[in-house]
């Protein structure tokens, strides 16, 4: 995904100041909510919108070394998957804008905590997943719609109920929340950690087939995630 440079050039700028960084305190971040995402009521485009959503998801996977393309690197398994499933237009922006703000939620994570190498502490762990509980705020007060809110918010859910932060069960989970936490599970098994390489996708799918199993992901979103990777590699 390209950058759009003037976009670029404007959050370099704001990034240089001290207030900004302040601004993404947890302790400040409420107030900086109110400030600095107001509700988009302006007629911006779609092309416009997806420019920004693009520069809020950098603005999260830069946080943390470990992440550095992340919420991008979802996106686009949200788009292959999209186009293998039909989805219009809209349906299809929409599903890739919930892909690249589902984490925005973290710029309310203390650094320590993002960046541990080492296992964390229980503590450490309950702040971690308080990230999505944020991004349903985040994404709720930007106005763009509940329902993208909800699919960025329960990426994290478990069709059992063991998922965090809100315990969902199948039957609070749609189709696009399901297929958001599956993809996001195989972005993050694809991706280096500080404590492993990354998985070939072969593993992955040999991993999330254990979960399927088990009753946590819905198997009919990994059958179709499947179908979308193959066609993706043989393009
Ligand atoms: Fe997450």
């Known amino acids: 995904m390209d950058f759009n440079p003037r976009l670029v050039e404007l959050f370099l700028s704001l990034s240089r100041r001290e207030s900004f960084w302040l601004d993404i305190e947890p302790n400040n971040i409420d107030y900086a909510l109110e400030t600095c995402f107001p509700k ?8 416009d919108l997806q420019h920004i959503f693009l520069v809020f998801s950098h603005l999260v996977d830069v946080k943390s070394r470990f992440t550095r393309k992340h919420s991008i690197g979802l996106a686009e398994k949200a788009k292959q998957y999209s186009l293998t499933c039909n989805f219009s237009q809209e349906h299809q922006d ?72 809100y315990g969902l069960g199948a039957e609070e989970m749609d189709f696009k929340s399901r297929a958001l936490g599956f993809l996001d599970i195989f972005q993050a098994l694809t991706e280096s950690r500080p404590y492993r390489n990354a998985f070939s996708q072969e593993k992955a799918f040999t991993i999330i087939d254990s979960m399927v199993e088990a009753g946590k992901i819905d198997g009919g979103g990994v059958k179709i995630g499947r179908e979308s990777f193959a066609r993706s590699t043989q393009a």
Request: charged share 25%; net charge negative.
């Open 94 to 165: 929409d599903f890739i804008t919930a892909a690249l703000l589902h984490d925005i939620g973290k710029i309310a994570v203390p650094i320590e905590v993002l960046d541990r190498p080492s296992r964390l502490t229980p503590a450490e762990f309950q702040r971690m997943t308080t990230h999505p509980y944020y991004t349903r705020k985040i994404v709720s007060m930007m106005g763009i719609g509940d329902k993208i809110a909800a699919w960025a918010a329960n990426h994290h859910e478990k069709l059992d109920g063991s998922g965090y932060p």
């Open 40 to 47: 988009i009521d302006t007629p911006l485009g779609r092309d």
